[in-house]
């Protein structure tokens, strides 16, 4: 099998494409052939060293979290999937950059057939993270005003479709060349974050989600309603003296792998409800250059790897 393999910490340039033995599917797993896989900002922040506090990991070790393909084989203690099952899933912290992976298969689901698998291997991750942080994290509700930051991007786009869907305005801050992207997507106000201070046009928020983290998470409390609430997936938010005093809430968290809460979203994008934009695709061997593209920032949507390719 192919797989992406990173020996040292540092610079995505030193990741190299390696020929490995296929795993072996324990009793309770499932061996998948990849077929694509994409690109998330935890994957860098973990090649580059960043993550080592939190997330220690053997070396060498192969980088991804997102996965779309085919079951192969399955382990004797499985009965939800079976050979020829087309499926997606957050496989875990590391380990989808390659062509064929061994899975819990509590952390899959059946991919619709709509799909193409490069649309569905940008699903898993981020739509979880949007989803998880609207509604188990930022307690949405129907008629609230939410401000979502990098709303262009995978988790951003993904959170816009799902707030507008629970019933919320949807307020998203972007370079202004995607604002038509983001209000297409159901945004009813879009504010380019390069030309003035989006806190001085922005108030009453509900809910506030923070993708960016830094000054951007600093500033956002003043946009809060008395008792409206901060989810940050970038670090733990900690409001001023003046917001405490406003009942506002700071929340941070890690995503949560979970097939059944996949499988819920897996049928709204096969309805149309939801929809995935790639906004590039390389072969696996160019791996460090979908991964620079995702370090700058700046996409409408996904960077998706084709591992058929």
Sequence with gaps: MKAIRVAAYGSPDAMILAELDDPVPGDDEVLVDVAATSVNPIDWKIVSGAMQAFIPLPLPFTPGVDAAGTIIAVGRNVTGFAPGDEVMGFIGIVGAYASRIVVD??????KPESLTFTQAAAIPAATLTAWQALHEHGELRAGQTVLIHAAAGGVGSAAVQIAKL??????????????????DLGATEVIDYRAGDFARQVSGVDLVLDLVGGDTQSRSWAVL????ILVS???????????????????????????????????????????????????????????ARNMAGHTQGKVVLDVAA
Excluded: C, E, W
């Design 225 to 228: 309603k008395p008792g409206g």
């Design 105 to 110: 298969p509590q952390r899959l689901a059946r």
């Design 166 to 183: 629970a019933g919320a305005r949807v307020i998203g801050t972007a370079s202004a060349a995607n604002h038509d992207y983001i209000r």
């Design 233 to 291: 997936t970038v670090s733990k938010p900690d409001p001023p003296a003046r917001a405490q005093a406003s009942r506002v809430a700071g929340r941070h968290f890690a995503t949560r792998s979970d097939g059944h809460q996949l499988a819920s979203l897996s049928a709204a994008f096969a309805a149309g409800d939801l929809r995935t934009r790639i906004d590039s695709v390389f072969p696996l061997a160019d791996a460090s250059q979908a991964m």
